[in-house]
């Protein structure tokens, strides 16, 4: 296995009084050695053990993180055009003109309200996050909800893919699921269902493009006791799904989402958190396009508690890997959000 070095962690986000959270709900994107990663600033509450340490009866707001130097340093953000109507954001609407996919600067995330049958919204920037346009609707599908997290891969100047999660047939969480656009978010058609109905929950998934008609996706898992991230393969442009079994543990408390990217190498790396003792950040790398995993690979295991994860990574041109998330250092403090840079070394 390739030697890896971690390099150290930077606290990003840390408020008084706030609960930073979930990057994985909200998205990461680059350009070079500018980093821009969303998460929720939600608000401190002192609870139970088992418990987010959060009050749920005041709103999450949504936060930004950019950094210009590649996770050296960062600044937070606030964007206005990024509240959703709930927060005084502007009225949600259809999506009337298309966006152009591929400007330079473009950036989508598509968010859910509420709970895990929705509804979704969608909002876009053509400025790397500065400005954001939305919010617009993300149409139901016939599904009987949709979860949305950001999860997308543009094919084309008007045609991309999103990943999403909808709930069950019984109303309950959920199964994944993905949808196409081929007039810039105009309209979207359901491509497919990925994997059986599950017992519990299948959730948040993690796609990449690995071919012509080849993308590669995990999903977080519960099922009874168990937590783990289930791998799903399609070599038929997403219209089917080949269930390729678990890649990873996520430990207790319903697990943790994946994040899969590219390395400039052509290795692929995928970051989660760990949700039992030692609650950290895990990393797993695959040299060849995921149908071989390493044994995971520590990024940090000083978690005080369960409450922590949701990563999202990104590569710098000089190769190392910036992997931001929510972590705590006690169980009932403030959640904080953080980076690990770390370098994969060598296939």
Known sequence: MAEVRILGHTRIYQEQGRFGGWPANHGIWSWGDEILVGFSGAYFQAKGSDRHQMDSARPEVPFQARS????????????????????????VRPLNQPMDLQSSGFAMTIRFADNHKGPSRLWFSTNKGATWNGAYEFPPLGLPGIAARTDYIVLGKREAIVWLTAAKSNGREGRPFCARTTDGGVSWQ???????????FSIMPSTLHLGPKEFLTQVRVKGGNENWLEQYRSRDAAKTWTDEGRVADTGGMSGNPPHLIRLKDGRLCLTYGYRSKPYSIRAKLSSDKGKTWTPEITLR??????????????????????????????????????????DPGKP
């Open 68 to 91: 210009r130097d590649g996770g050296r340093t960062w600044s937070i953000e606030r964007p206005a055009s990024l509240l959703p109507p709930e927060q005084d954001g502007a009225a």
């Open 301 to 342: 295991e000083d978690g005080a508690a369960w409450d922590l994860g949701y990563v999202r990574s990104a590569q710098r041109p000089d190769g190392k890997v910036v992997s931001i998330y929510y972590f705590n250092d006690g169980p009932h403090s403030e959640r904080f959000i953080a980076a690990t840079t770390w």
């Open 190 to 200: 359901l491509a497919s269902m990925i994997g059986e109905e599950p017992a519990g």
